[in-house]
């Protein structure tokens, strides 16, 4: 089991930056594949970003290249999103999924433990 609670979430001004957290329980952490998501109202729920199990390999969407960093430091159990010249349309719920032992990560159904989410809204 693998529970994740997420953090930093808010509202903030278009361009500004946050700083997301998910902190992580359980001893298989550092097995697993670790992801950001978000869904906006009236969207399918989107990868965003993910990371390997020793953090030397990552994914971003394309619409976040360049602007959101994500990062794990396996000691503490928790991983991050660094977020950037935020906009408008980064506005949705964000969730840290924990994938599934040997998967690549790369789907949401190959991640099985989910956190509760973290509101972020930029506004214009």
């Known amino acids: 089991q693998v529970q994740l609670v997420e953090s930093g979430g808010g509202l903030v001004q278009a361009g500004d930056s946050l700083r997301l957290s998910c902190a992580a329980s359980?001893?298989?952490?550092?097995?697993?594949?670790m992801g950001w998501f978000r869904q906006a109202p009236g969207k399918e729920r989107e990868l965003v970003a993910a990371i390997s199990r020793n953090a030397g390999r990552t994914f971003y969407a394309d619409s976040v290249k360049g602007r959101f960093t994500i990062s794990r430091d396996n000691d503490k159990n928790t991983v991050y999103l660094q977020m950037n010249s935020l906009s408008p349309e980064d506005t949705a719920v964000y969730y840290c999924?924990?994938?599934?032992?040997?998967?690549?990560?790369?789907?949401?159904?190959?991640?099985?433990?989910w956190g509760q989410g973290t509101q972020v809204t930029a506004s214009s």
């Open positions: 359980g001893r298989t952490f550092t097995d697993r594949i």
């Open positions: 999924a924990a994938a599934r032992i040997g998967t690549m990560g790369t789907k949401p159904n190959e991640y099985s433990y």
